[in-house]
């Protein structure tokens, strides 16, 4: 059961390292230009594509590292931490979307 637990940790800690480290390698990639579609603070399709499949990414790795850490019932972790990440993400959404959202101007500078 420690094993299990330990994984399921272990799993979360490894997916989040590696959703940051693509995100910024991402933002290394495209830059600020574009990362946003132009005179907008709305996310382009290159990174939204690229976010996407870094996530894809990282939960494949996280399973991996959980189901190895959990041992003979690693399996049993994996699940775990998919059950765990899909909650996390259906809240998230959920909260998306009951909050209400100005729009946000942009700045001169950058309207041009």
Known sequence: MLRIVLGVIVGYVVTVIVVA???MGLWAVLG???AFQPDSNV???SWSLG?????????????L???MVG??????????????????GWL???GNLVV??????MPEDRAA
């Open 43 to 45: 996310a382009s399709m």
């Open 65 to 67: 590292v959980a189901a």
């Open 21 to 23: 480290v693509g995100l």
């Open 51 to 63: 976010a996407v499949v870094g996530g894809f990414i990282a939960a494949i790795g996280g399973g």
């Open 71 to 88: 041992g003979t019932r690693g399996m049993t972790a994996a699940k775990a931490l998919a059950v765990i990440m899909l909650a996390v």
């Open 100 to 105: 209400e959202r100005e729009a946000v101007e």
């Open 32 to 34: 600020g230009d574009r």
């Open 92 to 94: 998230g959404a959920v």
